[in-house]
Nanobody
Framework: QVQLVESGGGLVQAGGSLRLSCAASGRTFSSYAMGWFRQAPGKEREFVSAVSSRNGAVTTYSDSVKGRFTISRDNAKNPVYPQMNSLKPEDPAVYFC?????????????????WGQGTQVTVSS
């Protein structure tokens, strides 16, 4: 079992930055690909970014955040960090961390094995 806890959400002005964090406990953290998703009110949960297992050498991003968000991982400390820059009015949502065992880097909700409870990101214009 893997437990995931997100933190770092909050209120930020448009154009500002936030750094989220996902702390993982339980099984060997480094063997899991880690993904971030977001869900705005009334909308489906959507893929944001993901980082590969082990050394995190491979990252993927949705088109909506590419060039603005950067994801990284630190296996020694367990967290996964999405750095979110140039936040836009369309970015507010609850952001969720997810874990998937293995080498693949999924982008679909159903492919992930474990989920955190989410952290709220709000952007003011």
């Amino acid at each position: 079992q893997v437990q995931l806890v997100e933190s770092g959400g909050g209120l930020v002005q448009a154009g500002g930055s936030l750094r989220l964090s996902c702390a993982a406990s339980g099984r060997t953290f480094s063997s899991y690909a880690m993904g971030w998703f977001r869900q705005a009110p009334g909308k489906e949960r959507e893929f944001v970014s993901a980082v590969s297992s082990r050394n995190g050498a491979v990252t993927t991003y949705s088109d909506s955040v590419k060039g603005r968000f950067t994801i990284s991982r630190d296996n020694a400390k367990n967290p996964v960090y999405p750095q979110m820059n140039s936040l836009k009015p369309e970015d507010p949502a609850v952001y969720f961390c997810a874990a998937k065992s293995g080498l693949r880097i999924p982008s679909r909700v159903y492919e992930y094995d474990y989920w955190g409870q989410g952290t709220q990101v709000t952007v003011s214009s």
